[in-house]
């Protein structure tokens, strides 16, 4: 079947080589400042101190700590990357998923699902489904992906969160 992880794996992998093209070479931990960033589908990088929040509609976020929130609309934007990803247990799952340690990747972004805040518990869950998807685990897959609707069902994300989960408890059930 076309749809299936091997599908799906090769698509992660031309995402991932396309964003790093796009984004240059990897960048060290030293260039990056410690700060959100919201890659645009179009125009500049928006670097700011904090991302307040993610719905279908915008994504809220604060230019300084003490500025007035801003809002972009969801649709021009390509991602979300927070100061968060780029250390810690997302890192580290990230590495592992690089590597194709797929349990492990799983394992690592279950421990930043637990975080405290929203990116943690939504990212977090959504990772962990591709990785357990990826690893042919489909109904803990589904269960990854429904933490994800669970911490935030209003989520820029909330839609593939859905989708996927679907996706995944039928093949769950296929034989």
Known sequence: MLYRPQFLLVTTLAV????????????TSAEIPDRDRIIQRSGPVIEVVEVVGETAENVTYKITANAQPGTKRSTAILRVDYAGMRSG????????LNRGAYDEAADRFHQ??????EWE?????????DALELGLHYAE???AFQ????????HRLALDAKYRLGMNLAWAKDP
């Open 141 to 143: 897959a589904a269960k």
């Open 121 to 129: 518990r939504v990212y977090g869950s959504m990772a962990e489904g």
């Open 147 to 154: 933490a994800a609707l669970t911490a935030a069902p209003k």
């Open 16 to 27: 991932t080589s396309l964003m790093s093209a796009l984004t240059g070479a990897r960048a």
């Open 112 to 117: 930043s699902a637990s975080g405290e805040r």
């Open 89 to 96: 247990s997302y890192l580290a799952g990230v590495e592992s």
